[in-house]
């Protein structure tokens, strides 16, 4: 199995198999694999989608 890493995403899209967020690790808007997701915990944390264009 890979490295495993702890992420803070903004949650933008969710397209079975993959969803699509705001990384705080990287950065930059990824595309997950819901499948190598291990866990997921739900925070309060507000945000707003951020403009790229």
């Known amino acids: 199995m890979g490295q495993k890493y702890k992420r803070l995403v903004d949650p933008y899209k969710t397209n079975s198999p993959y969803g699509e967020?705001?990384?705080?690790?990287?950065?930059?808007?990824?595309?997950?694999?819901?499948?190598?997701?291990?866990?997921?915990?739900?925070?309060?944390?507000?945000?707003?989608k951020l403009d790229f264009n």
Do not use: P, Q, S, W
């Open 21 to 48: 967020g705001y990384c705080h690790l990287k950065n930059e808007v990824l595309k997950f694999r819901f499948d190598r997701i291990a866990n997921i915990n739900l925070t309060n944390k507000n945000f707003k």
